[in-house]
């Protein structure tokens, strides 16, 4: 899974049933301090978030599907938590590039 | 999942039997503020989007879930047409300090 | 398999059900010396794992392969934790 903050949310009337019960939501993964910002992705919401939160979002699709419930549900990444805190000790310092 | 935007369409005669019958998008891979990220892309139409229509799209063996026919070599589809895209534009990015971050 | 480093932890009050009850930890990739290089992700802990430790994460849908983290809606778990690594008859890690 990955640490995320909702940006934004995307609305859609046509579109896959899959989707129907769930937002989509507009996510920014986490940088390090002095690391090159992600590319945004959108991610299924299971957890009710909204705009601003800290999110944890597993990006695979079978676990996806589990949480649905939903067989061949073409999803891939959902948010499956809501973050209260985290923690992260200077030992991850280093160059990801 | 990503959001794309419909600019075309490709038509192929000789495909895998597989693909008969599915439409091909010719698609532009957006941003968070609907700027085009990336080069064009070809994408299988699983929900009935055409020209000019924002879409979002999954990638991977995902991509062939949201089709008719689930066995078949696509690794990127539409599955919806979206209205609005509504983003906090005054996040840029997502950059947390050392140590302990309390939410909420 | 991958190689990387505890780099910190999470917490979730509102999550999904399954996940009740497991440690989210903070990793990074990490090369076989023990110093990071990947980006940050969550992995669930199943052998009590702490910050600083070199340890080994199974991802994508094997990672739901341990009775932890069996049907839980995960994609990263910690299963090993080095004590170390050997690479062309070389020693490049040993947890200290």
Same mark, same amino acid.
């Given at each position: 899974m990955i640490i995320a903050k909702v940006i934004g949310t995307v609305v859609s009337?046509?579109?896959?049933?899959?989707?129907?019960?769930y937002k989509l939501q507009v996510v920014q993964p986490l940088n390090l301090p002095g690391e090159l910002p992600e590319e945004t992705f959108l991610a299924l919401d299971s957890a009710h978030a909204g705009v601003g939160d800290t999110v944890l979002v597993m990006r695979e699709g079978n676990g996806a599907r589990q949480v649905t419930q939903i067989k061949d549900a073409p999803i891939i990444s959902m948010i499956v938590g809501i973050l209260d805190s985290v923690e992260i000790t200077e030992q991850a310092k280093g160059n990801s590039r | 999942m990503l959001l794309g935007k419909i600019v075309g369409t490709a038509v192929a005669?000789?495909?895998?039997?597989?693909?008969?019958g599915v439409k091909l998008l010719v698609v532009q891979p957006l941003n968070k503020n609907l700027e085009p990220s990336g080069s064009l892309q070809v994408a299988a139409d699983a929900t009935q989007a055409g020209y000019g229509d924002i879409v979002f799209m999954v990638r991977a063996r995902e991509a062939a879930l949201a089709l008719e026919e689930k066995f078949v070599p696509v690794d990127l589809s539409a599955i919806g047409v979206v209205d609005t895209v509504d983003v906090d534009?005054?996040?840029r990015d997502f950059e947390l300090s050392w140590g302990y971050s309390q939410f909420a | 398999m991958l190689i990387a480093k505890v780099v910190g932890s999470a917490v979730a009050t509102?999550?999904?059900?399954?996940?009740?009850?497991t440690k989210l930890l903070v990793v990074r990739e990490a090369n076989v010396q023990g110093e990071v290089t990947g980006k940050p992700l969550v992995a669930i802990d199943t052998v009590d794992a702490g910050a600083g430790d070199l340890v080994l994460i199974a991802s994508g849908?094997?990672? *739901?392969?341990?009775t932890v983290t069996?049907? *839980?809606?995960?994609?990263?778990?910690?299963?090993a934790i080095l004590d170390s690594l050997e690479v062309d008859g070389e020693v490049t890690f040993r947890k200290s």
């Open positions: 009337t046509i579109k896959h049933p899959a989707y129907h019960s | 005669t000789i495909k895998t039997l597989e693909l008969t534009r005054s996040i | 509102i999550k999904d059900e399954k996940l009740n009850g849908s094997s990672a *739901r392969q341990t069996k049907d *839980r809606p995960v994609d990263a778990v910690i299963m």
